[in-house]
């Protein structure tokens, strides 16, 4: 399992994304699942994938080599002249390689699935954000949908629905997600630490601000031990139940 | 879809249901799930249901009827000796219905199964809470797994996980279940008010509080509007993330 978000704020886009990928439950590992593309100062581009990760990998592959290869039959998501005409590019990729996989004459129910988030801008446009689907198509958040969550989503919904705001900065986004992946980690065994965010400033054109917070990052530590005081401080703050109605 | 809690309280122990059955998208009913049994001043037992609405409402008149047909061959809920054993009873009665409905020669995947809590105090034993399997075996909530859900578990879980204390009262137990509830139903159209909830005092042997919190009730909408707020402040409590690392 895997958990990933891409959010849309008026300051630019916010990703995060888990590390943790499992075969089974006595066979984890960590891999990274947060791709970036850039041509600074004209596109910068990033990429979040849940499911198979013979299939994420191998499309992150393709796109790569496309990106070094410059064949114009192959159009690159360097040279596509749009976010919608790269996510296009994107879910191709990914339709072919669920095909790939699918012809050689497994059967398994979806095994070879996955599930992608794509955000980013070109310039000549606005940011842009998409979810990718393993059939190859792929809708686009706006004011309504402003943000997308991939893999184990249940868990730390309920905090994004109710705590979300589009005028948030980059500081209290990346406190929410960490509240959010907290309390997904703690329910999840399959979800985990560390964590990689990319953080894009609204026509920057470039990956400017991005890393990784670990397991131990003492500022994550805070959050995750606080959160539950805090929770608690919110219940209390509501009246109790009356039992005399 | 459905989403039931049962919690052991120091004070006693709290059942809160959902009352939505689905067949598909477009077929909703209100069914009631929970269901009480007692005898005044011997016993008091609850059992919340989640599952196939045919195998619970069946494993529910199996076991009423026997509780009227005083027959020695066919031991009743009302006669059970202690809560363990009560707990086989519906299990095996579970177990039963399920088997007669597969071997009717149906082959849908666990399209009969259903999952179950049992709680409750029997004269002479302490209150206990059990979760019944499709397969008929049980486990037992104790200190370190003090309440158990059912149903469309994920959404309502972290908040659960996160303020519960074995110390606090009926009024708060109902406040912590009810924003539970709230962020369940907000994030799955298959659950849904109005919510049956039985308080049973310890030792108490007879039903004494219990009710139904309606869609429109005006501390339900207190709480569900309230706690939007509450989350944010618990949020804005914690430190922001520094960009500066």
């Known amino acids: 399992m895997t958990y990933c ?39 910068a581009i990033t990429l979040l994938s849940s499911g198979n990760l013979a299939t994420t990998q191998a499309v992150v592959s393709l796109l790569d080599e496309r990106t070094q290869a410059h064949d114009e039959r192959d159009p690159s998501i360097l040279g596509a002249p749009s976010m919608f005409q790269a996510a296009r590019m994107v879910a191709d990729t990914l339709r072919e390689v669920i095909a790939q996989h699918d012809a050689a004459g497994q059967q398994a129910d979806s095994a070879f699935g996955a599930t ?76 985990g630490a560390p964590f990689d965010f990319h953080l894009y400033r609204k026509d920057a054109l470039r990956i400017e601000t991005g890393g990784r917070i670990e397991q131990e990052d003492s500022y994550f530590k805070l959050v995750s031990q606080g959160w539950g005081d805090a929770l608690k401080n919110a219940l209390d703050s509501l009246p109790d139940f009356s039992l005399e109605r």
Chains 1, 2 share one sequence.
Do not use: H
């Open 116 to 191: 992608l988030i794509l955000g980013g801008q070109i310039k000549g446009g606005p940011p842009r954000l998409f979810m990718i689907y393993p059939e190859g198509n792929f809708v686009e958040a706006s004011t309504d949908t402003p943000f997308f969550q991939i893999g184990e989503t249940k868990y730390g919904r309920p905090i994004l629905v109710r705590a979300y705001d589009p005028e948030m900065s980059f500081e209290e986004a990346m406190k929410l997600l960490l509240v959010s992946f907290d309390s997904t980690v703690k329910a999840n065994l399959s979800v």
């Open 5 to 43: 978000v891409g959010m849309m704020l008026n300051a630019g886009l916010v990703f995060m994304s888990d590390t943790r990928t499992n075969a089974g439950l006595d066979n984890i590992s960590t891999f990274k699942k947060m791709t970036c593309w850039e041509t600074s100062g004209e596109r």
